[in-house]
């Protein structure tokens, strides 16, 4: 396993440490039930960045890891909000797991697949 893949810890402690800014900026203050269930978001973080971190490390140039990794970025509004609401209609364990990993996968490989259309070599 390559030292690449230490980034997943800190990808996957943003997820929790994002959802209580959100409840913090809405309510003024964060109780620590609040903090203690945010945890929840980090099988889902740890999860996406796996998958972040295979794609960019089978991508070839810098240009194409970096559409890989925005794929991931421009997909997390959408992924925070799925896993949120998740918990409307599923336990919230697997509601975040499914409902947040899913567009976080398919970001992350549109932006891959994008960076590979972008670095194929030109044939003539």
């Given at each position: 396993?390559?030292?690449m893949y230490l980034w997943s810890l800190p990808i996957?402690?943003?997820w929790p440490v994002m959802q209580n800014i959100l409840?913090?900026?809405r309510f003024g203050h964060l109780p620590l039930n609040v903090f203690a269930s945010s945890f929840v978001f980090l099988p889902m973080?740890?999860?996406s960045?796996?998958?972040l971190i295979f794609l960019v490390e089978r991508s070839g140039s810098r240009s194409h890891k970096a559409s890989a990794a925005l794929g991931y970025v421009l997909a997390?509004?959408?992924a925070l909000l799925a896993s949120l609401f998740s918990g409307l209609l599923v336990m919230p364990?697997?509601?975040?797991l499914?409902?947040?990993t899913v567009p976080l996968m398919i970001g992350t490989f549109i932006g891959y697949v994008i960076g590979l259309v972008m670095n194929r070599p030109e044939t003539a």
């Open positions: 396993m390559s030292r996957a402690l943003a409840f913090f900026m973080g740890f999860l960045a796996i998958i997390s509004p959408f364990l697997l509601g975040t499914i409902y947040g």
